[in-house]
């Protein structure tokens, strides 16, 4: 699902847009600073171990989810809640990406 919603080339459906930013937070659950998947809508059995590289995948695929060839972005947009939905998704890019910390030392003199 990450996949085919990272991929640039094809207009984002609604349910494949939904798909995808549930598995963004599956990925984010795993990551460091991540919460854990809901209970009532989350997985019924323990995850394993996803593999690292989904992290930059899912962080793709949350950008299509909010782009303008987005069915979900589309239908969100038209919501009283939109607002709330735009920043949980920030949020999860956020903790997908986080800003490098400054630089304690120069590494060479200029």
């Known amino acids: 699902m990450l996949v085919r919603a990272a991929g ?4 984002l459906g609604i349910y494949d847009g939904e798909r995808a930013v549930a ?3 599956l990925v984010v659950a795993q990551h460091p600073g991540g919460e854990p998947a809901c209970l009532n809508y989350g997985p019924s059995e323990p995850l394993p171990e996803l593999p690292a590289d ?3 995948l899912a962080f793709d695929a949350l950008d299509q989810a909010v782009s ?3 069915e979900l972005a589309e239908q969100w ?3 009283a809640n939109w ?7 920030t ?6 990406d986080p800003p490098i910390p400054p630089q304690e030392e120069a590494l060479f003199e200029i």
């Open 8 to 11: 640039p080339d094809d207009f």
């Open 23 to 25: 598995a963004a937070a």
């Open 54 to 56: 989904l992290r930059m």
């Open 68 to 70: 303008n060839r987005s």
């Open 77 to 79: 947009a038209e919501a």
């Open 83 to 89: 607002s709330q939905w735009r920043q949980e998704i």
């Open 91 to 96: 949020r999860l890019r956020d903790l997908l």
